[in-house]
């Protein structure tokens, strides 16, 4: 899933950005660990979005090649980051709201929960 070779590739690049910076001080198992801790159906919605945007083919009929600059491609997996984000936070917010609903005896887990307050 997660390839932590991309990280050595340009020098250039890595020298002006912190984040690759700060990830290529961690060792791959950590990288590998945080890139698994995603549950399959985020995994799904990345691809799918990902997919949307590159254009899917199918490849048994056709020779798919994409070419972009390097900016762009750092874009998209910058996109593709983020997206995750969030995801995983809204399904770190649903299981709160579905565990709270339990514990308050609540049957209709699909109910407006209210307001979010912080």
């Known amino acids: 899933m997660f390839n932590p070779e991309f990280l050595t590739s340009d020098n250039e ?3 002006g950005n912190p ?9 791959p198992d950590v ?9 399959g159906e985020i995994q799904d919605i990345i ?3 990902v997919q949307g945007l590159l254009g899917m083919l199918p490849g048994e009929h056709f020779e798919v090649k994409v070419q972009t600059s390097r900016d762009n491609l ?4 910058a996109s593709a980051m983020m997206t995750g984000y969030f ?12 565990s709270l609903m339990a514990a308050a005896g609540g049957d209709d887990l699909d109910a407006d929960p209210g307001p979010l307050r912080l």
Not at 20 to 27: A, C, F, G
């Open 74 to 77: 750092a874009g998209l997996l």
């Open 19 to 27: 984040l690759i910076q700060y990830l290529q001080e961690q060792s």
């Open 87 to 98: 995801l995983r936070q809204m399904e770190q917010r649903m299981e709160l709201e579905a």
């Open 47 to 49: 691809r799918h979005n």
């Open 13 to 15: 690049a890595i020298s």
């Open 31 to 39: 990288l590998q660990r945080v890139a698994r801790s995603a549950s």
